[in-house]
């Protein structure tokens, strides 16, 4: 499989770096630059042929890769005509007859560490024509979002909308796979804009399709965001968050540990989160941890709820949390419920499930999606339900003193800690892990 960089861009927003010297995929992290790490990271993936499509100061690109033999890989260029810009897809014209089978698309400033071969595996899977990386982020509401439904791309949204609406936490990180089929839809020699151009005609008409993953991907596009993705190089978050490596995860409950517990949460609007809950998402976030919550819904098997109201509820949840830098990796609910004979109620999701706490199916298949080693997590509720699920799987459980604060009394088993709430929880992890 080939992939194509582009690395043409003039990088107006990080000039103050690059002093319009270098271009930006040439910045360093660690002393290696961007586009470096780009081509190793594409290597352990077994792609070997790369077409990087240069621009504004190209020369010093190809000056310092040559044709990628000192990287073990094929590297051919494509160069843009400074007076004659392509967008961001408008090269993919000229390159049609190298680019015969799926192929990787990803934008020279973005720093990522991914397993592509997952990605790869999800695209086939789904016999997509285009497979687009997305991931939650700690500033959705001024990033390009995906709307999707089991996984199919139906619309974008836009950062330029005035978003006073819910949403998910589903961030366009840059990084796409491809079938021929895209270049079906660049029929002349122009400027193309990827996504407006290009995928939003596909919607609808070809299969498209977010794969989703909590992988390192950050723009590099502001000085602020460059200095962060150097700190977390140096403190080895980046490759840590790579899919081909086990991942750890701190897994929360949702009510009474996250927001105000209210009995049968119905409505979007009775939910508020617990004062700190951002704050301490903010930093698992920060950490080596996925923040991954395991709820126990039973208001869709009771009737009460229908799974799309359930779904506006999260993303009112997303939206909060995203409003303060915060973000899920995972969320993950149980809708069924074991007693009968209620009105209304669900007959079909009346039953004994694998994966209604304290049973531990939501755990296996987090750790499934997300290549987890569960003995090295944590839980953290706010009752002996999750203290049990917990003890199930044989990692620790730790009750916050909200919500019911173990008082439901449901299973007789005792903490491996207690804590204040969620803050107060996850610092105390933190500092576990720092001995």
């Known amino acids: 499989m080939k992939a194509v960089i582009?690395?043409?861009g003039k990088g107006t927003r990080i000039s103050t770096i690059t002093n319009d010297e270098i271009p930006k995929p040439m910045l360093t992290v660690a002393g290696i630059p961007i586009l470096e790490h780009q081509i190793n990271c594409l290597k352990k993936s077994g792609i070997n042929e790369i077409i990087i499509v240069i621009g504004h100061l190209g020369?010093?690109?190809k000056d310092y890769f040559g044709d990628g033999a000192k990287w073990q890989v094929k590297i051919t260029y494509f160069a843009e005509n400074p007076e004659q810009?392509?967008?961001t897809a408008g090269s993919l014209y000229y390159l049609k007859e190298e680019l015969t089978d799926d192929f990787?698309?990803?934008f020279g400033d973005v720093f990522l560490s991914v397993d592509f071969k997952r990605m790869i595996a999800f695209h086939r899977a789904n016999k997509a024509d285009a497979?687009?990386?997305?991931?939650?982020?700690?500033?959705?509401?001024?990033?390009?979002?995906?709307?999707?439904?089991?996984?199919?791309v139906e619309a974008f949204d836009s950062k330029e909308n005035v978003r006073n609406y819910d949403y998910s936490n589903m961030v366009n990180s840059g990084i796409y796979l491809f079938s021929p089929k895209i270049l079906d839809y660049i029929t002349k020699p122009q400027k193309y804009n990827l996504e407006k151009d290009i995928i939003k005609a596909m919607l609808g008409v070809d299969r498209v399709f977010a794969y989703h993953s909590t992988e390192y991907v950050k723009d590099m596009g502001t000085p602020e965001r460059y200095q962060s993705v150097n700190d977390d190089y140096a403190n080895g978050i980046c490759e840590k968050r790579n899919l081909a490596n086990k991942q750890k995860a701190i897994f929360l409950d949702r009510d009474g540990t996250i927001n105000e517990h209210k009995s049968f949460l119905v409505h979007k609007e009775d939910l508020a989160l617990i004062p700190g809950v951002a704050e301490a998402i903010k930093l698992i976030?920060?950490?080596e941890y996925l923040c991954i919550v395991i709820t126990n819904q039973p208001i869709i098997a009771r009737g009460e709820s229908t799974v799309e109201n359930l779904n506006n509820i999260h993303r009112h949840l997303e939206t909060l949390l995203g409003n303060e830098g915060a973000y899920l990796d995972g969320l993950y609910y149980c809708p069924h419920h074991p007693d009968k004979g209620f009105e209304g109620e669900v007959p079909e999701l009346k039953i004994a499930c694998s994966c209604r706490k304290p049973q531990t199916g939501l755990l296996t298949q987090a750790a499934a999606d997300f290549n987890l080693?569960?003995?090295?997590?944590?839980?953290?509720?706010?009752?002996?339900c999750d203290i049990q699920m917990a003890h199930n799987v044989g990692i620790p459980g730790i009750l916050v003193q909200t919500g019911e604060a173990g008082r439901d009394g449901k299973y007789d088993v005792s903490p491996d800690e207690g804590a204040e709430d969620l803050l107060d929880a996850v610092q105390k992890i933190l500092k576990r892990k720092k001995r």
């Open 6 to 8: 582009m690395a043409g």
């Open 131 to 152: 497979t687009l990386l997305t991931h939650p982020n700690s500033h959705p509401f001024d990033s390009d979002l995906i709307i999707t439904k089991d996984n199919r």
């Open 59 to 61: 020369d010093k690109i």
């Open 373 to 384: 080693d569960i003995a090295q997590s944590f839980v953290i509720g706010d009752s002996t």
């Open 285 to 287: 976030n920060a950490s």
């Open 104 to 106: 990787i698309l990803i």
């Open 85 to 87: 810009l392509l967008g």
